[in-house]
């Protein structure tokens, strides 16, 4: 092909590109310029995952009619004149391409009026042309309609994910302005429904129970720098969770910067490092974080969706943050009552000798689940090392796979020590006892044979939006695995049924953690969503590292794991076992 120069559509679709990836960027957009025009009220109302229809309406000051045009061109904004006006931006937007980007990857109507003016304007375009132009009557502010967007775009058409996956997106870009701004009342319609809303009120506090869910915020410690260094200019506030709530994911670290909502990799780390002995290993916090820095310390423009920033002195930044929060987690320590004593458990996590406050929590002897089966199932295996066994029921046996086993103890509360002809064995009881129910649970589940448990109380379950959601697109997974969740309001809903193993649990915890293993990434082999299900309710299930065993109950686990499929690793695919041959205790003892 010979070099030509590209059409300006071209141009401006390739561009559009950069900022607008998806529906929930479209939201994102006209979201700051709502924020961006002074409107106190944002609502958005989306259809079809956004990819129908998007529209936003704000209370702000409106678009003069003879600048309506302007609006959509390419670098044409209102928030900017010189490059020098960069290094002291307070708006949210500033780069001038969104309207633009967004008007050649759809069709958009835009309405506003300014309340000086006594009739507002509507305007109409399709990939960049104007289609209509007409006066109308409308309250002052602006209303934007999107709708078919990507329609002259195939190739990002094909790259949108599922509907549900943009429906969760929105709610999340919505859930972080609710978050930085209070004193904006923000309202989410999904396809004709409410699903969230926010005061206005201006509270911070009040955002974060409707974003993130009143169970959430339970367990959050207030933060402020200023409380303890009012001389910086950075200044941290915030909330952020007790050590006894963690989340297997880094996602619920929410960083604000002036507002604006960031994603660094520093910055988080600083928070976590803030939990350093606070938490375990591959646990993170839920966190809000709000930084204020003066607008000449820190450069917005370093990338299209402006969601990384840069800062002239980044350690000052990450010290503040750090210092905040672990300030706040030592304060807790400290103080008596309910919220220490959570502490304590979850820093026990580290040190075994603490945890035997959990100790008889969470084995449940006689729970339909496994024990009863492992009771039959034992007492052939451990005649031969002259255990007293009650004689009861033969139950069918399956293949062995692993040698017999001989239980010499429990180290730490949570690793059986055994002995086999092949050596010494190290078995964490949790990680056994997961692969033993899943193993169990599978079967059953393929069969088609679910234990349930009815719940009578009928407790509901309110949920954030985002979650409430996830939990709707997979209904039906859930369904399967026993969970029968009845919708009961926009993101609450009834519990109606848990698995039978889980009968002892709290359901909200429960299904708290469903939700977490649900948006985790599948991790390669998982079958399925189901299976992902499946593997976080024997999670929960599974006898907890820190429980003290009987020796019986540890016969019990290891009877039944000598004959799992796989019994060397958990569902998650970590070991279940160490094993240390004679052969290298022999030569480790200097015998050999
Ligand atoms: P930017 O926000 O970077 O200035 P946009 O393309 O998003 O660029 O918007 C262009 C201009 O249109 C803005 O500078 C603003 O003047 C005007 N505008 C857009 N949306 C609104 C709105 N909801 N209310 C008032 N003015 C708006
Ligand atoms: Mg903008």
Redo the contacts with the bound molecule.
């Keep these: 092909m010979p070099i030509q120069l590209l059409t300006d559509k071209v141009i401006a679709q390739i561009a559009a590109g950069e900022v607008i990836e998806r529906p929930a960027s479209v939201i994102k957009?006209?979201i700051?310029?709502?924020l961006?025009?002074g409107?106190t009220t944002v609502h958005v109302a989306v259809v079809g995952g956004g990819r129908r229809l998007m529209r936003?309406s704000?209370n702000?000051?409106?678009?003069p009619s003879d600048?309506i045009e302007l609006?959509?061109a390419r670098h044409?904004?209102?928030?900017?004149v010189q490059a020098d006006d960069l290094s002291h931006i307070r708006?949210?937007?500033?780069?001038?391409?969104?309207?633009?980007?967004i008007a050649s990857i759809s069709r958009v109507t835009m309405t506003?009026r300014t309340p000086t003016e006594m009739v507002g304007v509507q305007l109409q375009l399709e990939s960049s042309q104007i289609l209509q132009r007409k006066a109308v009557g409308v309250p002052a502010?602006?209303v934007?309609t999107v709708e078919n967007l990507f329609f002259n775009t195939p190739a990002r058409l094909k790259f949108l994910k599922a509907e549900n996956t943009e429906k969760r997106q929105i709610a999340l870009v919505i859930g972080r302005y609710a978050l930085a701004f209070p004193g904006v009342r923000f309202i989410l319609e999904q396809d004709g429904r409410e699903v969230f809303r926010t005061s206005g009120g201006g509270e911070l506090a009040d955002a974060v129970v409707t974003t993130l869910g009143i169970q959430t915020f339970k367990d959050l410690i207030e933060i402020d720098s200023t409380s303890t260094n009012a001389r910086s200019a950075v200044k941290v506030r915030g909330y952020t969770s007790i050590p006894g709530h963690s989340r297997a994911d880094r996602s619920r670290i929410m960083l604000f910067v002036n507002g604006r909502w960031v994603q660094d990799a520093s910055l988080s780390y600083a928070v976590i490092q803030a939990y350093h002995t606070f938490l375990m290993k591959g646990r993170f916090p839920v966190s809000v974080v709000m930084i204020d820095i003066p607008p000449e310390e820190v450069d917005v423009n370093v990338h299209p969706t402006k969601a990384e920033v840069r800062f002239q002195n980044p350690n000052e930044v990450f010290t503040e943050v750090q210092r905040t929060i672990r300030r706040a987690l030592l304060g807790l320590a400290e103080t008596s009552g309910l919220r220490t004593g959570r502490v304590t458990a979850s820093l026990a996590a580290h040190g075994w000798q603490n945890t035997i406050q959990q100790m008889d929590m969470d084995l449940e002897l006689d729970s339909p689940g496994w024990y009863a089966h492992q009771r039959s199932d034992r007492q052939s295996e451990t005649a031969d090392y002259g255990t007293e066994i009650p004689v009861g029921p033969e139950a069918p046996q399956k293949p062995r796979t692993l040698p017999l086993l001989r239980v010499v103890g429990q180290v730490g509360a949570s690793y059986i020590v055994a002995e086999g002809p092949a050596g010494l064995y190290l078995i964490d009881q949790h990680a056994a006892h997961e692969r033993i129910l899943y193993e169990q649970f599978m079967e059953n589940h393929a069969r088609r044979d679910t234990l349930t448990q009815y719940t009578l109380s009928g407790e509901t379950i309110e949920l954030p939006p985002a979650e409430a959601r996830l939990i709707e697109a997979n209904i039906h997974a859930l369904e399967m695995v026993g969970f029968l969740l009845e919708p009961f309001g926009p993101n609450t809903f009834m519990i109606r049924s848990l698995p039978a193993l889980l009968a002892d649990k709290n359901p909200a915890e429960v299904i708290q953690g469903v939700i977490e293993e649900i948006e985790l990434e599948q991790t390669p082999g998982q079958a399925s969503i189901e299976e992902k299900i499946i593997q976080q309710v024997c999670k929960q299930a599974a006898v907890k590292a820190g429980t003290v065993l009987s020796m019986e109950e540890m016969q019990g686990l290891i009877r039944q794991l000598e004959r799992a499929q796989s019994p060397l690793t958990c569902p998650h695919g970590r070991p279940t076992m160490l094993h240390m041959s004679s052969d290298q205790l022999a030569r480790e003892f200097g015998r050999k």
């Design positions: 957009e006209l700051e310029n709502s961006d025009a409107a936003v704000d702000g000051q409106g678009i600048e609006a959509f044409a904004t209102s928030k900017l708006t949210l937007g500033f780069r001038g391409e969104a309207l633009a980007s506003s502010g602006t934007i």
